[in-house]
Each structure stands twice: as structure tokens, then as C-alpha cells.
T-cell receptor, first 116, second 113 residues
Framework: GAVVSQHPSWVICKSGTSVKIECRSL??????MFWYRQFPKQSLMLMAT?????????EQGVEKDKFLINHASLTLSTLTVTSAHPEDSSFYIC????????????FGPGTRLTVT | DQQVKQNSPSLSVQEGRISILNCDYTNSMFDYFLWYKKYPAEGPTFLISISSIKDKNEDGRFTVFLNKSAKHLSLHIVPSQPGDSAVYFCAASATGGGNKLTFGTGTQLKVEL
């Protein structure tokens, strides 16, 4: 149980284009999902908290107009990187919180984004 | 401001011996702590957690110890196995903080034959 999937697992895009990453909770309902990014050999940095049916809450320093988050249902959240630039290249990971246990988060496998 | 720190970036242990991974935190509001294991290009996998009302939690080969006065926790793996080789992250959350996780910088564990 508690499986989270992400799609795509990797994507290469040209500078200036937009990329959408999907995060799905497969066997539980997630009222809250989180989006992280990880640079090589660094920790996971929380970008935003996504709540179903409401606007996402962004961490300080994260551009909400650049990283668009939509939590359309209890099992799906999407992150769209708009007008991507090479510095946006990173490993993006989502997690979902099971309503029954508010403390533990279950992570997706991550999406490697490379902007050329 | 790194609120959760793992001061050892790497640790090497022989198979069968004990692995001890350490984590320190500065925010006294943290009241729930978790350990995750991560392989390259994969998402973290939950290992074990502990609430601040406890000082020890055990699950099979994994035991987490919490010393609140020192703001320190540790993960013990015994016996260590080659499959345990991965990056281990500790994470902390605070009730009332939206249960957001703050991650440490990670420790690369290598279990050698």
C-alpha cells in the first residue's frame, strides 16, 4: 500500500518551453501532496504544499508563477515548470500524505528534468 | 539556515556490524522525526519514525533513538547488509506546521562485504 507514482520519470526540454509533471497516489486518497526538488548531492528542498481543491502554498523563494501546481483530485497533483531554463534542471519529487497518518509522507520515484 | 543536520556525509561499515547514523536539529518545535532511505534517481523510502514523546522506536533491524535535550537522533541498523547501502535522510516535522518535512543533508552509507 501507499504507492505514489510520477510521470514522466525523465524529460528533456528546450529552454523556454513548459513541462508538466504528474504525481498520483495509487492506493490511497491524498488531501495533501508536497513537491520537492533535489540538486545533486544535496538535500530535498520543499517547494510547495498542494492541497486538493485549493491553492498551493509555496515556500519562500519559490516563484509561484514559474512553478504552477494544480491539485485537481484526491489522487492527482501536477507541477508545471513554465518557461523552463537550464537552471531549472533538477530532480523533482512529489510526496503524498495519507489522511489516516498525517505525519508520514510517501514519495514518488522522482522526475529528472533536463533543460537544454 | 539548516534546521536539520547530518554532519557525516558518508559512512562505511562492514557487513554484519552496526551502522549508526546521526542527526541533529535546532528547532525545538519539531515533534516528529523520520528516517528515509534513498537510492540515486529514486524517491525516498520511509524506514522508521519516532514521536517526541518517545526516546526509542524499534522495527526489525532498525532502531531510532531520540535525545530531546540534546536535539539529537540516531538510526541504528544491525546487522548491516550490503543492500542497506544508500543515502539516508533524517527528517523532522512540527505539529501545527502543516506537517511539512524538513530534511537533513543525508549520509551515504556503504556496507562492505
Amino acid at each position: 500500500g501507499a504507492v505514489v507514482s510520477q510521470h514522466p520519470s525523465w524529460v528533456i526540454c528546450k529552454s523556454g518551453t513548459s513541462v508538466k509533471i504528474e504525481c498520483r497516489s495509487l492506493d490511497f486518497q491524498a488531501t495533501t501532496m508536497f513537491w520537492y526538488r533535489q540538486f545533486p548531492k544535496q538535500s530535498l528542498m520543499l517547494m510547495a504544499t498542494s492541497n486538493e481543491g485549493s491553492k498551493a502554498t509555496y515556500e519562500q523563494g519559490v516563484e509561484k508563477d514559474k512553478f504552477l501546481i494544480n491539485h485537481a483530485s484526491l489522487t492527482l497533483s501536477t507541477l508545471t515548470v513554465t518557461s523552463a531554463h537550464p537552471e531549472d534542471s533538477s530532480f523533482y519529487i512529489c510526496s503524498a500524505r495519507d489522511f489516516g497518518n498525517p505525519y508520514e509522507q510517501y514519495f514518488g520515484p522522482g522526475t529528472r528534468l533536463t533543460v537544454t | 539556515d539548516q534546521q536539520v543536520k547530518q554532519n557525516s556525509p558518508s559512512l562505511s561499515v562492514q557487513e554484519g556490524r552496526i551502522s549508526i547514523l546521526n542527526c541533529d536539529y535546532t528547532n525545538s518545535m519539531f515533534d516528529y522525526f523520520l528516517w528515509y532511505k534513498k537510492y540515486p534517481a529514486e524517491g525516498p523510502t520511509f524506514l522508521i519514525s519516532i514521536s517526541s514523546i518517545k526516546d526509542k522506536n524499534e522495527d526489525g533491524r532498525f532502531t531510532v533513538f531520540l535525545n530531546k535535550s540534546a536535539k539529537h537522533l540516531s538510526l541504528h541498523i544491525v546487522p548491516s547488509q550490503p543492500g542497506d547501502s544508500a543515502v539516508y535522510f533524517c527528517a523532522a516535522s512540527a505539529t501545527g506546521g502543516g506537517n511539512k518535512l524538513t530534511f537533513g543533508t543525508g549520509t551515504q552509507l556503504k556496507v562492505e562485504l
